[in-house]
């Protein structure tokens, strides 16, 4: 007779579509901030095998936190104590508790209903899922020619500069395991925090895979996004971290030197 014992299941697959069951928990981040009416439309997306709603409030001054509570009564209320996109983001990742994370914007412009392929990337080998506008069968109702020039020119420049392949550069709307944010240590406040996230990624050596993500109107309510203002701290970013990686290269070579004896470094 065999002595084999089979080992306890210890997580609970369950079904996310006709063809996939996942066990990872997924947590969804909403950076939200005076959105009560988009709310209605986001959370009706959303699939409902979700492990959990974090929903970082930006001191809204409508009954946004009032809103989310009723549509999602388990709702994990994050109030921002910064301000900034991404000082949200970062405050909203600290709470989750899922071992996926997924950001999703408040103003009704993304599709719940596509979760599913950003974590059937991420169960299937990516540790960066990350949406793309403008990969085949992606989208956007919302850009103007002008954001579409702007992005894809500090698009092309992430990608000569990083060595990525990306076809989308600051868009929302991506998913990831954890433990990438060990590696990507994002300190930054505003929209860039998209383009910080894509380039450290990139230099931290993650999987990356595209998402093909249609971007919808945002419903109700004005734009907190300036092109010109934020399209300038999204290439502060680039170049800060261009430098950055430079240094890093100058004294990993000074290093090699010492180790090999072929140099002095003053
Ligand atoms: N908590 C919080 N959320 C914010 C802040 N700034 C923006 N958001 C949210 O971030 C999401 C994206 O902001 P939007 O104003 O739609 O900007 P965008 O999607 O980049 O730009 P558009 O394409 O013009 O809509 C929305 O859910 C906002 O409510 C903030 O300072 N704090
Ligand atoms: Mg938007």
Not at 9 to 23: D, K
């Amino acid at each position: 007779m065999s002595s084999f014992v089979r080992p306890a299941i210890t997580s609970q697959y369950r079904a996310i579509s006709t063809h996939l069951a996942i066990a990872p928990p997924v947590s969804v981040v909403i950076p939200a901030m005076n959105e009560a009416e988009n709310l209605p439309y986001v959370f009706k997306t959303l699939p409902d095998w979700i492990h959990e709603v974090v929903l970082v409030d930006g001191n809204s001054t409508d009954n946004t936190v009032e809103v989310a509570r009723e549509l999602w009564p388990d709702v994990v209320v994050v109030p921002q104590r910064g301000k900034g996109k991404g000082d949200a983001l970062i405050a909203g990742f600290e709470a989750c508790t899922g071992d996926i994370i997924v950001m999703v914007d408040a103003d009704g412009s993304a599709d719940g209903q596509e979760i599913v392929s950003y974590v059937s990337a991420l169960v299937s080998g990516a540790d960066f899922a990350k949406g793309s506008r403008f990969a085949n069968s992606g989208g956007t109702d919302d850009m103007t020619p002008i954001r579409k020039l702007g992005n894809w020119a500090l698009c092309t420049v992430v990608n000569k500069k990083f060595g990525a392949r990306y076809t989308d550069l600051c868009y929302g709307y991506n998913a990831f395991w954890r433990h990438c944010l060990d590696q990507i240590d994002l300190d930054c406040t505003g929209f860039e925090v998209e383009t910080l996230m894509n380039i450290r990624v990139v230099k931290a050596g993650l999987k990356v895979q595209e998402i093909p993500s249609h971007e919808y109107l945002r419903i109700h309510g004005a734009s907190n996004l300036r092109a010109v203002r934020d399209g300038l701290r999204v290439l502060k970013v680039i170049l800060k971290e261009r430098s950055t990686r430079r240094a890093q290269r100058r004294r990993r070579t000074q290093a090699t030197m010492l180790n090999t004896g072929r140099g002095e470094v003053s």
